[in-house]
C-alpha cells in the first residue's frame, strides 16, 4: 500500500490537481450514465424532437431574443448619459412590455393597459429606489 | 438592551415587508421562496447584514408558507414543499372546506416552524463547537458526504452526483486563488477570457439565473399557462374553523416537525421530500390510513408543519458547517459573502449579533406569517391570479438588477446570467438536478483547498480514511448514503416493472 497510495504535489502544477480529480470523476460517472441510460441516449433525437414540436416556440425563443436584444443595449444607451442609470431605464420599459406582450394569452386592452401602466411604472420605482435611495451602480 | 440592538423598526418592517412579498411568491405557482429571495438579493446590497438577512429569512419563510394557498385551493403546489399538501387539501376545498383547510395549514407552519427555530438554536451551536476540531481532511469528507447525500435522493442517483460534481467543476474556473493557498495560475479559462474570468463566474448570477431565469424559460416554454380566476378561487369554501380539529394531532405534529427539521438538515434535500416523508409517516401510523387522499386533515398538518419546519433545519449547517441545507439556504451565503463575512464552525462566535439576529427574525418571520396568513389568507390568495404576462418582465428585470450590481457593475455578470438560465433549462432537459449543481458550485472551491492542502501536508491518500474516528464515520455515512440510494433506486425500478 505505502508507496501506491503515497502523493507529492509539486507546487507549480498544484492549481491542476482538482480539476483533474474532478474531471476524471465527471468522465467516470458519465460513462457509467452512459451505459446505464443508453436506451434514453439512443432515443435522445426524438426526446429533443418531441420537446421542440410541443414547445411554445414564439413565446420560448421570443424570450431569449428580447432578453438577448435588452442586454446588448443596455450599455450602448448608458454610454449616452453615463453614471445615469438611464441605460438601464431606458431599455427596461420596452423589455417589460414586450416580453410582457408576448407573454399575454389575450391581448384585450385592458390586459394590454395594465401592461403599459406596470411597463413604466416598475422599471421606473427600480430605477429609482436602486440608482437615488441605494446609490448602486446600474449601466 | 446591546443583546437586541438591531432589533429596530427597520429590522421589523423588513421581516414583515419580506414574509407579505414572500407568501406572495409562495401564492403563485411556479414561483418559489428561492426565487423570492434571489429576486430581493439586491436590496441588501445596502441594507447591512443584520437587516439584510431579516428581509430574506421572511422571504424565505412566507414563501413556503405560502405554497399552501393554491395547493389548497386549485390543487397546484404553489412551492414544491407543499406537494403533499394537494393530496388532502385540495379535496377538503372540494367539499368546501377551503379556508378551513389552510388554516389547519397555517397553524400546522407556525408549530413546525417554531419547533424547528428551537432546534436551530440549540443544535447549531453545539454542532459549530463539535465541528471546529475539524481538519482539512474532514472538512473535505462533509463536503463529499453532501453531495453524496444529495445524489442519493435525486430522482437519479449517478445524475445527481454528476450534476454535484459539474457544479464542482464549474466552480473551479479561473484563478488558484494566492490567498487561499494556491499558485496563482489560471485553469479552465478559455484563451483570451482570462481578464474576464480571472475570478470564475460570480456566484449570484448564476444563482439568479438557475431559479429565475431558467424558471421563466420553462413556463415560456409551455407558453405561460393562464392562473386561475379570482371565482375559481372563491369556490374553496369558507367552512368554519375549529380548534378540536387538532385534538390528537400532538404525535402528528411532533413527528412532523422532527421529520422537517432533520430533512432540512440533510444538505441539498428539498421541502418537498420532507412533505412527502412527513405525509407517509402520517398515514402509515393513522388508525384510518383510508381517509388520506379524500380530506384529512392530519394529512394537510402533516405535510405543512414538515414544510416549514425545514426552514429552521436548513440553516443548521449553514451556520455550523458552512454547507447550506437546501438552495434557498445557498443563496443566504451569497448575502453574507456580500458582507464579506464567511459562515462555517467560527460564525457564531465571531459574529454572536448576527446569529441573535437571525434567532430572532426567524421568530418574528413566523409570527408574522401566522398573523398575515390567519387573518388575510383571501387577500393573499387573490395574488393566484396575478398575470404572468406582468410578473414574469419585471421578475427578468429584478434579476439583471441583481447580477449587474453584485460586482458593482460588471456587464460580464449579466451575461453569465444568460448563459447559466439557457444552461439550467437544457440541464433540467436532459435530467440534471439544480441543487446538487448549486451545492457543488458553492463548495468546490473550499474542497479543493481542504484536499489539495491534506495531501500536502501528509503526503498520502491514505489519510482520508485513517485521520481520526470522525473521517472513519463519515466515509461510513457515505458509504451508507449510496447504499440507501440504490436501495430507492432497485425499488422505483420494481415499482416502474410493477406499473408496467
Known sequence: ?139 | MELFGFVTPLFVLLIAGGTAIGIVFGVIPGLTATMAVAVCLPLTYSLGLENGLALLIGLYVGGISGGVVPAILIGIPGTPSSVATTFDGFQMARQGKGEQAMRIAIIGSLIGGLISLAALYLFTPWLADFAIRFSYVEKFLIILFALTVMGALSSDMLLGIFSGFLGIFVSLVGVYDVTDGGNGHFRLIPPGMEDILYGGFALLPVLIALFGLTTVLEEAEIGMPKGPSVKELESGGRSKFSWSIFRGQTLNLIRSSGIGTFVGILPGIGGSAASILAYTAAKTSSSHPETFGKGEPAGVIASETSNNALTGGALVPLLSLGIPGDSTTALLIGAFALQGIQVGPLFIGQHPNTWNSMIIAMLLANLVTFVMMYYAIRWFSLAVAIPKAILYPVILMMCVIGAYTINYGIMFDVWTLLFFGVLGWIGVKLGLEVAPFIIGFILGPSAEIYFVKSLESFGDFTIFFTKSWIAAFLWLLIAASIAVSVVIGRRRRAEKHAAG
Open chain 1, 1 to 139: 500500500m505505502g508507496d501506491f497510495t503515497r502523493v507529492t504535489i509539486d507546487f507549480q502544477t498544484s492549481h491542476l490537481v482538482f480539476p483533474t480529480l474532478i474531471g476524471g470523476i465527471l468522465l467516470a460517472l458519465g460513462i457509467a450514465i452512459l451505459v446505464t441510460h443508453r436506451q434514453a441516449i439512443a432515443g435522445a433525437g426524438r426526446y429533443w424532437s418531441q420537446t421542440l414540436a410541443a414547445m411554445d416556440k414564439p413565446r420560448f425563443f421570443g424570450t431569449i431574443v428580447v432578453t438577448l436584444v435588452y442586454f446588448l443595449l443596455m450599455v450602448p444607451v448608458g454610454d449616452i448619459w453615463p453614471n445615469t442609470g438611464m441605460g438601464f431605464l431606458i431599455c427596461s420599459i420596452p423589455f417589460v412590455a414586450l416580453s410582457g406582450l408576448l407573454y399575454l394569452q389575450e391581448r384585450t386592452k385592458s390586459a394590454v393597459t395594465a401592461l403599459a401602466v406596470v411597463a413604466v411604472a416598475a422599471p421606473l420605482l427600480v430605477w429609482w429606489v436602486f440608482a437615488h435611495v441605494f446609490f448602486l451602480t446600474l449601466p
